[in-house]
């Protein structure tokens, strides 16, 4: 399993993707950090066949909700993309399907956020939120280790 | 509709460019009534916040300002450093300067040729609709930007926001083997390169050519990266330490960017067309005869043709990048000691999209005193909303619809990197 975490940790809540991806990281699985921008992502997971993206969301759900969404599902209503020239992960991803370069299995933690302003001040409800994705990940690839 | 003959252009978020910002076009009968491109993204503050910083923090600080751009904002850094410092490089460590700038160029340019740009010319919203008709196409630009993205990771330590430049230096240098493996991928580069320009060429420009004042470095010996004069096409011709001497940045009502002027003229342009015009003989030989093959030779008037232009300067990138991995030979220290002393420095070195101006004041201690940074896009503000003003006026009998996307398409070509110049793109054409 490759964990992507996308964001800005710069933009506040935008650094949710990056906080769960540094923290697994820690925790032993493989995972990478982007900018979220659409050639560098379809970059990153060449070489992987089971993929898990981490990004901020805004769906206007309650801040700190965790969505889990199928990579087929994903349009680019419902995601936010603070990226280079608004090229982000929806984008990555309906690209990434035209070109046949999806990797076997790719899943999309969404974590809603709220604050999307320069900084690094983080919404409580979202770092909770990046704790239950890192227990998530962690969980299966523990499992996943566990079945090889 | 604002009255009788009167109508706006109006994009309020323009798409494909870096950053937030609008523009709003007012046309009264045949006449340009108003252009503004609004720049409302807030102001960063990063020429405040340095001051009082470790001169080794401005590297990695500017490099902040942009994600597409962090190498410009870091050799623009080092360089007015190591004037103010006078500290002097190994010529091992200039020369993978301009190979980290080099992939820099490669993932820029190949960004906007292809993903920001080229759906401009063939009709289609974005580069997922063209990807559908154009695979092969988008398949290309993803080889070569992560070329481009090899080599800013292997200099820089990573893609984004590079850490490894530094006054002096670099904190850790390559092995020759390291970059002699990028050699086969850099090949294949050049020659997608090439092609690139010929497919470019191929287009369809409007006919749009404007009498510019092109300002650009210029060197003795090379197409210009990280040094030379600052030239341009109306007698400039000054060092860097001069650069305030000749040009001035204005506060525009309208705009949270300043705009830049030549002092005594008015607006000027920045970017590849520039270097391009000021430097042809500069290029390397493939560069230069893909160039003229395709009919393309300086002076270039036409802003739409920066397409082709940047492609060109794809095929420099590449065959530079090459060269210097022929030559290079490890240097015996990574970095030049930098001592602490009062002292001013400046540099201008040629960002993707243009000229970026960098000065720093140092005290004893080694802490920034004042900073002052001209990004290229806020040098071309000017110059687009001039530019605008003459293309609007000649469609003012076209629908609203289509002069609007005409004019979005217009700004495109500038490369515009509104966060750096904020220092972002919404457009509005009123009638």
Redesign the interface.
Known sequence: MLVIGCGNRDRSDDGAGVMVAERVRELGVQAEISSGESLALIEAWSQADDVVLVDAVVTGAPVGKVWLWDGGQVTTQGSISISTHGYGVAEAIKLARILDRLPKRLRLFGIEGRLFDFGSEISAEVIAAVKEVVEQITVEAVCDSARI | MTGRGAKTIRVDTL????GEGSLYIKLVGDRVADVKLKIYE?P?MFEAFLRGRHFSEAPDITA?IC??CPVAYQMSAVHAIERALGVRIDPAIRLLRRLFYCGEWIESHT?HVY??HAPDFLGYP???AM??DH?AV??R??RL??IG?RIVQLLGGR??HPISATVGGFYRTPTKQQLSELVSDLEWALEASIETVRWTASLEFPNFEQDYEFVALRHPDEYPLNEGRLVSNRGLDIDAAEYEDHFVELHVKHSNALHSVVRGRSSYLVGPLARFNLNFEKLPEVAHTVALEVGLRPPVKNLFRSIVVRAVELVFACAEALRIIHEYAPPAEPRAEAPHRTGVGQAITEAPRGILYHRYALDEKGLIVTAKIVPPTSQNLKQIEEDLREYAARLVAWPTEEATWKCEQAVRSYDPCISCATHSLKVVVER
């Open positions: 798409a494909r460019v870096e807030p960063r902040r994600g597409i960004l993903m920001l974005d580069a997922i990807a559908a695979r988008v398949e630009a993803l930007k992560k993205n893609e984004i």
